[in-house]
């Protein structure tokens, strides 16, 4: 096999929301692709017709373009559909009947249950095997598993054995004539030249059936690689039910790609150093499958924010001004949102957070209860207003290093520190107790606005 270029794919099922454990199998299949000069095939496993609608497909590469991963790059190739091969499924299942690895059965799931149940088992006992059927309405095709074990060769967990005793005689071909998973995945792996299998754990068990199949139907296996399943925060794979899963609402939400695919790949993976931020093209010069370890990956929200806020923080700070561009109303002001930008980077750790941050720069302050009385109902607070906004006005340099030292000696005479000095200030011109830096809002915030917003607040308290 060495001699020939690898071949990698990616096989989802159309499902109406990508999953990130299928973006980090997709990634993973795509940094092994690209550094082995490979391929990296996308197939659209469509064969569930219920289940299916072409915008999920476009949705697929949506989200996978945004990864990084290109339908224009010449790696990739696809997408191929999977219900377009229907005729090749079924023809490499006539290929097996003709071979002996598969024979048409007729019973029932009731009859299998109750002989199986008769003999004090469970599964099928292959007891079609010779009988010699041909095909006929409502009659399964069945593999003909062979005796000993089965061995798998995989990058990940290295061999695994199954005992072909303990794998039943199973479906190839539904009574209604429709191929099962195991075989229409696998004709379709042979027929695209697949190399190596790199894929979510959960498929460990179908990896022997579908070896079986590559035997029988006369080709060495791919190489397999089983990727560790992702968790949540109580251990328990990720469900679409309990977890944010669909890459979707990141990308919503503001979370940068390049962060999301930094973040995935660390996911069962290291280099082998202390590192996890590393830029992708050095990333996939060092990605093996040997690395990835077997123990469940727990994906930490938390985590992954921690890693947005470090990828906003090395952006240019004119991509980042581009960026947040994008995220509030088209009438805010651009020159003013410039202004506040370097100050929101060092902390901003969603774009979609960024409107609720600067708002206050943008229109009318909205004071909350809460922030007013928690703020507002010391002692101090009134003189301090009072002082603070007859000194602000005689300022004639109003820059944040002025208004910081201007609000120090305002402070003195009433023996506060300057946390406490700010909180009134900082309610009385944003409406919050927290937001950006204090004095570089103000700054750019000007100096009517700020004064008009002081006095407001000054004629609130006196009331
Ligand atoms: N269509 C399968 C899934 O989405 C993937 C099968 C495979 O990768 O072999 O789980």
Redesign the pocket.
């Known amino acids: 096999m060495s001699d020939v270029s690898p071949r990698f794919r990616f ?3 159309p499902t109406g929301f990508f999953h990130v454990g ?1 973006a980090r199998t997709a990634l993973f299949n795509w940094a092994l692709a690209r550094r082995l000069g490979g391929r990296f095939v996308l197939r659209i ?1 469509d064969t569930d017709e219920a289940r299916n609608r072409p915008e999920w497909t476009d949705g697929i590469i949506d989200a996978l373009a945004w990864l990084g991963i290109s339908a224009d790059d010449p790696v990739f190739e696809g997408p191929h559909f999977q219900s377009d091969s229907a005729q090749s499924h079924l023809a490499a299942a006539e290929r097996l009947v003709a071979s002996g690895n598969a024979y048409y059965c007729a019973m029932t799931p009731e009859e299998i249950t109750e002989r199986a149940g008769a003999e004090g088992g469970t599964g099928y006992g292959g007891w079609s095997r010779d009988l010699g059927l041909g095909p006929g309405s409502g009659r399964v095709l069945r593999f003909r598993v062979p005796d000993g074990s089965t061995v798998v060769h995989d990058l990940v967990r290295g061999e695994v054995s199954f005992d072909n005793a303990v794998i039943e005689d199973f479906v190839l071909v539904r009574g209604n004539g429709s191929p099962v998973f195991n075989l229409a ?1 696998v004709v379709d792996d042979i027929e695209m030249g697949i190399t190596h ?1 790199v ?2 754990e959960e ?1 460990l068990p179908n990896t022997p059936k579908q070896q079986m199949i590559w035997d029988a139907l006369g080709h060495a296996p791919p190489v397999w690689g089983h990727v560790p399943v992702l968790v949540n925060e109580q251990r328990k794979k990720l469900s679409k039910r309990r977890d944010k899963v669909a890459l979707e609402q990141y990308r919503d939400e503001g979370y940068l790609a390049t962060a999301m695919v930094n973040y995935l790949m660390t996911l069962g993976w290291s280099a082998g150093d202390d590192r996890e931020i590393r830029p992708w093209a050095e990333i996939e010069s060092l990605f093996r499958l040997e690395d990835v370890n077997l123990s469940p990956a727990f994906f930490d929200i938390k985590k992954l924010a921690a890693f947005n806020g470090e990828y906003i923080r090395m952006m240019p700070i004119d991509e980042f001004v581009a960026e947040c561009d994008r995220w509030v109303p088209a009438d805010w002001d651009r020159e003013r949102l410039a202004a506040i930008a370097t100050h929101i980077q060092p902390r901003l750790v969603t774009f979609s957070d960024l409107p609720g941050i600067v708002d206050f720069l943008f229109g009318d302050v909205v004071t909350d209860d809460d922030s007013w009385s928690k703020t507002m109902s010391t002692e101090y607070a009134r003189p301090l207003l009072e002082s603070t906004i007859g000194q602000y006005s005689e300022l004639g340099d109003w820059s944040a290093d002025v208004l910081k030292s201007t609000l120090e000696l305002v402070m003195e005479p009433f023996g506060v520190k300057l946390g406490k000095a700010q909180a009134p200030v900082r309610v009385a011109v944003t409406g919050r107790t927290v937001g950006p830096p204090l004095f570089e809002s103000i700054e750019v915030l000007g100096r009517e606005e700020t004064l008009v917003r002081l006095g407001r607040a000054l004629e609130q308290l006196a009331t």
């Open positions: 096989a989802p099922s299928g496993e995945n299998v894929r979510a498929h």
